[in-house]
């Protein structure tokens, strides 16, 4: 049974910083692609930035130079590193996974979810 369990949200002031986990199990597919993502009230969920099996990362272009995705121990750990962050950054934010076969991580049709994790960002 694959699961993916979020960690590491919280409420910070613009300008700060936090550091998402996301701990990986029972996932087996590889070659792979992994991703966070997130959804605010309203608005549809958005894809924040991918990493494949080949260390191919992805970063919307709306946190580029403020979001960092790596992954530790293969696919076990999952992370997203935040600086910067600004209110319109919050929302609640998901890891997810799937196989996949070639080249850059697409930003759909992943089969595997966390449950989340909120990041409130004040001003």
């Known amino acids: 049974q694959v699961q993916l369990v979020e960690s590491g949200g919280g409420s910070v002031q613009s300008g700060g910083s936090l550091s998402l986990s996301c701990a990986v199990s029972?996932?087996?597919?590889?070659?792979?692609?992994m991703g966070w993502f997130r959804q605010a009230p309203g608005v549809e969920r958005e894809v924040v930035a991918t990493?494949?099996?080949?260390?191919?990362?992805r970063i919307a272009e709306g946190v580029k130079g403020r979001f960092t995705i790596s992954q530790e121990n293969g696919k076990n750990t999952l992370y997203l590193q935040m600086n910067d962050l600004k209110p319109a950054d919050t929302a609640m934010y998901y890891c997810?996974?799937?196989?996949?076969?070639?080249?850059?991580?697409?930003?759909?049709?992943?089969?595997?979810w966390g449950q989340g994790t909120q990041v409130t960002v004040s001003s």
């Open positions: 990493i494949g099996s080949n260390g191919v990362t």
């Open positions: 997810a996974a799937r196989s996949w076969y070639f080249g850059t991580c697409p930003t759909s049709d992943y089969a595997y």
């Open positions: 029972g996932f087996t597919y590889n070659p792979y692609c």
